[in-house]
């Protein structure tokens, strides 16, 4: 059966096309996992092409390792189904962490079983391996909302930037890097920066890419696929540099330098490690950034929706930046990125909101999400869109 010569299916053609069984069907519509579309007059139940991409989502969350009751909560809270793509791409990051640390789980039993075959005796702490391996599994449903969450804040600026051109592909070339020189990247996150400008790096650059997280120095490395050859990997404190003096002709601090504890410490040790007439690069937001965003959230005035953590770049912004660079740098200029956001749909709105942290859609009720979405939906149909200021842009210094 085609699913174009049908708009409805009963559930037995549902579940014979979908490989799954009509009592997992029953079951999930009994505890409100997967309604279906439709009852007909006589109660049986029906199921629309949509449905397929609910249960997928389902199944594979079901794979990972989540249980019921969290792919509930996901499914819930998910009104944005007609999403596919985000949704996937979501699910392939999920599944790719999962494949990765079940690689190593077999590394280590692979070890265990060597052992044993080259000299009939075991190391216990082997097995005390293995066991920590396995009992720390990754929590899949925190690996889920951290991936969402990620892929959220990407989206809207991807989906209703007005500046076409693209942060990453236009702060790289303001860097305007010359040829023959040694580039550091503090806090390099999953590469974004060299990914989408691979093309324009010169084959005499040395570029060694660091962060705090041993995490993102994997989806970094992930990320770039075989281009990753290219580049150097090491794990970075950028309080404390493991490089010795003078190592580079350019440091670059790519909007990090803000969650710093001590960002006096990571000027000095930046400044250290850079050459004499070496450049340093930090890039940063300023205080208005993202600010209807945070008007939008105080006026539902919910107790547990916060704009707490959209203040964490006070830290170090374009507006105080400047002073801060200047005391470790000469020849200090700021350069801003033109650009704003102009938002003509709810939902990645309301995604991009529930992607801070602080702010997790368990807390609300339904009726609480179908409220803020026809709250935004009004605004959008009044006013054509919803206009966002976008203020962002970098510091360039000089030792």
């Known amino acids: 059966m085609s699913l174009k010569s049908k708009t409805l299916f009963t559930i037995g053609e549902f579940a014979k096309m979908a490989g799954v069984t009509l009592r997992t069907l029953r079951y ?7 309604k279906p579309s439709l009852y007909n007059n006589i109660g049986h139940r ?16 079901k794979f990972i390792g989540l249980s019921l009751n969290d792919i509930s909560n996901i499914m819930k809270y998910d009104m944005n189904q ?12 999920i599944m790719e962490n999962k494949i990765d640390h079940i690689q190593t789980i077999i590394h280590a039993i692979t070890e265990a079983i060597n052992m044993l075959n080259n000299s009939n005796t075991l190391d216990w702490n082997k097995f005390i391996k293995i066991m920590n391996l396995i009992n720390t599994d990754k929590k899949w449903m925190q690996q889920y909302k951290n991936a969402s969450n990620l892929r959220a804040r990407i989206r809207i600026h ?17 860097l305007n890097l010359s040829d023959n020189i040694s580039i550091l ?8 920066l060299w990914c989408k400008n691979y093309s324009k790096i010169s084959e005499n650059w040395s570029i060694t890419l660091t962060d705090f997280s041993s995490g993102m120095l994997e989806d970094a490395k992930k990320n770039l696929g075989k281009r990753k050859n290219r580049f150097k990997f090491k794990i970075v404190d950028a309080q404390n540099i493991t490089f010795d003096n003078a190592s580079f002709d350019v440091v670059i601090a790519n909007n990090m330098l803000y969650h710093v504890n001590h960002i006096e410490k990571a000027f000095s040790e930046i400044k250290r490690v850079l050459k004499d007439g070496g450049y340093f690069f930090a890039s940063t937001a300023g ?32 507006e105080n930046g400047l002073d801060m660079v ?6 200090v200029k700021l350069k801003r990125y033109k ?15 529930f992607s801070m942290p602080g702010n997790t859609k368990k807390f609300f009720t339904e009726k609480d999400i179908i409220e803020l979405k026809k709250s935004l939906q009004k605004k959008i149909k009044t006013s054509g869109g919803i206009y966002i200021t976008k203020d962002t842009g970098f510091f360039q210094g000089r030792k």
């Open 326 to 331: 200047s005391k470790w740098f000469k020849k």
């Open 339 to 353: 650009d704003n956001l102009f938002v003509t749909d709810a939902m990645p709105l309301i995604d991009y909101i």
């Open 82 to 93: 007609k999403d596919l793509k985000n949704s996937l791409e979501i699910q392939k990051d």
């Open 287 to 318: 205080e208005n950034h993202m600010k209807e965003m945070r008007e939008i959230v105080s006026k539902f005035n919910w107790d547990n929706l916060t704009t707490q953590s959209w203040n964490l770049t006070k830290n170090f912004q374009l």
């Open 185 to 192: 990247e503090l806090g390099c996150g999953d590469a974004s």
């Open 28 to 34: 999930y519509d009994k505890i409100g996992l997967l």
């Open 46 to 61: 029906l199921y629309s092409k949509e449905d397929f991409g609910k249960l997928q989502k389902i199944l594979t969350l």
């Open 158 to 174: 991807e989906l209703y930037s007005t500046n076409k051109e693209g942060w990453m592909n236009w702060f790289f070339d303001q």
